[in-house]
């Protein structure tokens, strides 16, 4: 298994679907060809990929559509009637060629590689799993062979990173049922919310899913239809890819700088989030850690015709802890955790300072993944007059509702 990474990337666009073979022979327990191709991922509609099965011969090829999806699509957020949410109305950090050097595209990568795991119940589609098929699809088609009765079928996609090294990890040994994704410590300490752990935690990147149960495939082609342009025989499969994984953009501004703030360490944490995700059922676990990040910092920056600076990232998480993927409404949502973001900072003066906010607030209202703004008048904060490193910690309040900031030394 590989392990940690240092960066993940996004871009948009991408397809998927199924195809099935048909019957070599009917007389006796048969076995199935089955073409699965990658399946559409969408959120902007939903596709039914299909499985074909044909009268033997070679398999049949089918082009597929592409399907854009971009942040708009996954962040369909409507806090008020009729009013969607528009991230970009708030987003001031921008994304330049560094960020992009750095963090990837802003959107989601095309995968070319799709795990996939098929699962025999024989006749009793409530049977439990107990062996698996394992394929990787290397291109987007997949020939396999398949008994008669039923069949569940889970499909991943594989991650590229702009590095070659991969955070995620997955687990499919502790139980056939359910496959289980996570990832491991840093060696950055974990100071908010995360009782269990002493360090924070690698950004998963981005993973997205999808799992069908009760595949049936029996003798008298039951619930397929038969296409005479293509001499095959097809079902129908509610298959549809979906983000496992939360994108949320975190930025600091500093209004009234004036040189103060000269720069960061580099690194960011946000705290409260869920360290693994249920790749079946898109359910994220209940168990709580920081979640470090990377961020920079850019001076001159506008924000409605004010010059400003801002401090400013990319995180990919699984969620909220017991966050389910089909979440639609933020009433649905159980958190009930307290979620600090901290951010080491450099004085002037050579100082450096960890700053802390609470965006609670923010990160329950953009269940799926948003924005996070913390707005700082540096005119209230001074300079830090003492020699030393980073042992002085700055506690500061939501900005949102224009609060005000303490500090703990």
Not at 27 to 48: K, Y
Not at 311 to 329: A, D, K, P, Q, S
Request: proline share 3%; aromatic share 12%; glycine share 8%.
């Amino acid at each position: 298994m590989i392990k940690n990474n240092r960066h993940s990337r996004f871009a948009a666009a991408w397809q998927q679907s199924c195809r099935l073979s048909r019957a070599i022979s009917r007389q006796g327990i048969a076995l199935l060809a089955l073409v699965v191709t990658t399946l559409l991922f969408t959120l902007a509609c939903e596709r039914e990929p299909e499985l074909h099965l044909h009268e033997g011969g070679k398999p049949i090829e089918i082009e597929l559509p592409i399907i854009n999806l971009d942040l708009d699509v996954y962040w369909n957020y409507e806090f008020d009637y009729g009013v969607a949410y528009d991230w970009r109305a708030e987003w001031y950090y921008g994304w330049d060629d560094i960020d992009q050097q750095i963090f990837g595209n802003l959107g989601y990568t095309e995968p070319h590689v799709f795990h996939v795991r098929r699962y025999h119940t024989y006749r009793d589609p409530a049977a439990p799993h107990t062996k698996v098929i394992a394929n990787t699809i290397n291109g987007n088609t997949f020939q396999g062979r398949f008994d008669w009765g039923f069949w569940d079928l889970l499909t991943w996609n594989d991650v590229e990173t702009l590095d070659g090294v991969q955070s995620l990890n997955f687990d499919e040994t502790t139980t056939l049922e359910y496959v289980t994704a996570y990832t491991n410590q840093t060696m950055i300490p974990s100071r908010y919310q995360a009782p269990h752990y002493t360090r924070s935690f690698y950004e998963p990147e981005g993973l997205f899913s999808a799992y069908e149960e009760d595949i049936e495939v029996n003798e008298n082609l039951d619930g397929f239809e038969y296409d005479p342009v293509n001499n095959v025989w097809v079902k129908h499969l509610n298959l549809l890819l979906q983000p496992i994984t939360y994108i949320y953009l975190p930025q600091i501004i500093l209004h009234n700088n004036r040189n103060k703030i000269v720069g960061v360490d580099g690194s960011g944490n946000l705290s409260g989030m869920a360290r693994t995700v249920n790749v079946n059922t898109g359910v994220a676990g209940s168990d709580a850690v920081t979640v470090h990040y990377n961020v920079r910092f850019k001076p001159n920056c506008d924000m409605k015709g004010e010059s400003v600076d801002i401090i400013g990232g990319r995180v990919m998480t699984f969620g909220m802890c017991n966050l389910n993927t089909r979440t639609t409404r933020q009433e649905e949502e159980t958190d009930d955790l307290t979620h600090y973001m901290d951010v080491t900072m450099l004085f002037n003066n050579g100082i450096d300072s960890t700053f802390v906010f609470n965006v609670t607030d923010q990160v329950r209202k953009l269940y799926k993944g948003g924005v996070l703004t913390i707005e700082l008048d540096m005119d209230t904060i001074a300079v830090p007059a003492r020699a030393g490193g980073s042992a002085f910690d700055a506690v500061v309040k939501d900005y949102e509702d224009g609060g005000t900031h303490e500090f703990e030394m």
